[in-house]
């Protein structure tokens, strides 16, 4: 079983290392997937996200981040994202520094940003022996494979106090993971080739509005987004919350891979937490662990910059 739980996450990972880790609570740090949000918050957000995969199973995927952005001048925003990901036996490292131009549309209360980020990303696969059954075939003996690659993101984000709509295409140099690898196991020593594994365009389309419902103390929040990657698979993720006071919320959310989620957050002071729970509806896998869980912890450092911007995001 163990060992097919390995091939399992290999053929995930190594097919699909290029894509975007599936973060829950997408919306309380949109700076992972799309660059032009930088600098879009009237304070500089420093956040720290992780996320826990299946927990229960031995190996199973596990995520964290952090990321950073903020306000130079009327126009100018930096930012970054680091971001960790480990799916036994492959791990994922990315670093995407990101530059933002922010354009009033209306009177200072609408803008248009523009964003781009090149992003590199060191990538590596390591057997242990043991993991592997006796006479095994060589394609699965003792490897150790990394490799570093360049690539570059961009797009677009429309935002107010309200609404927020924004566009953006990660991976788009498609760059290779080609490389050799490594070999040793008890008949033999030497190298091969690990195959070419292109990074997957995605095209991310993000959509939200805030809702007052009871004076301006409470409001309902609906959020999308929807990757579409370039072999025609789409996920969309829904997501609607109650927020009260602005920095208290509920909500729940539906991924189309048949996920449910459940998520809150609270803030103190400049501190802000949020946790969510994910749970599938159709799968074998969660009837065996404890769900998905996540947790992020945000700290808004004031910035005078941003007095031109209006107060949208939460997070």
């Keep these: 079983m163990r060992f097919l739980i390995i091939i399992f996450f290999l053929l995930s990972t190594v097919l699909n290392a290029q894509q975007h880790t599936n973060y829950t609570q997408f919306f309380n740090n949109e700076i992972l997937y799309n660059p032009a949000t930088a600098g879009s918050k009237p304070y500089n957000p420093l956040a720290l996200q992780t996320r826990q995969q299946w927990l229960g199973f031995e190996g199973a995927p596990f995520s964290t981040s952090i990321s950073y952005h903020k306000l130079v001048n009327e126009s100018t925003a930096f930012g970054g994202v680091f971001n960790f990901e480990n799916t036994t036996p492959s791990q994922k490292v990315d670093l995407q520094p990101s530059y933002a131009f922010h354009v009033p549309l209306n009177s200072n209360k609408t803008f248009l940003s523009f ?35 360049f690539d570059i993101c961009s797009g677009v984000y429309i935002y107010n106090d309200k609404l927020s709509l924004g566009f953006s295409a990660a991976n788009m140099l498609q760059s290779s993971f080609d490389g050799e690898v490594l070999l040793q196991s008890n008949q033999s020593f030497g190298k091969t080739s690990f195959g070419e594994n292109l990074r997957e365009r995605i095209f991310f389309t993000s959509l939200s509005y805030d809702f007052n419902i009871i004076n301006n103390d409470w409001s309902f929040q609906p959020f999308l987004l929807l990757r579409n990657f370039e072999n025609k698979t789409q996920i969309l993720d829904l997501f609607t919350r109650i927020n009260y006071l602005k920095n208290n919320w509920a909500g729940f959310g539906y991924r189309s891979e048949g996920v449910m989620s459940f998520s809150f957050g609270f ?33 808004h450092i004031p910035a005078f910059q941003h007095n031109r911007h209006t107060n949208f995001w939460i997070f």
């Design 115 to 149: 964003g781009i980020a090149p992003a590199l990303m060191y990538y590596s696969v390591n057997f242990e022996l043991e993991d592997l059954p006796e006479n095994q075939d060589p394609a699965f003996s003792e490897s150790t494979y990394s490799s570093l690659s």
């Design 267 to 299: 803030s103190a002071d400049k501190l802000h937490f949020g946790y969510s729970f994910d749970f599938a509806t159709s799968s074998n896998i969660m009837n065996n662990s404890y769900g998905t869980h996540e947790l992020m912890i945000s700290y």
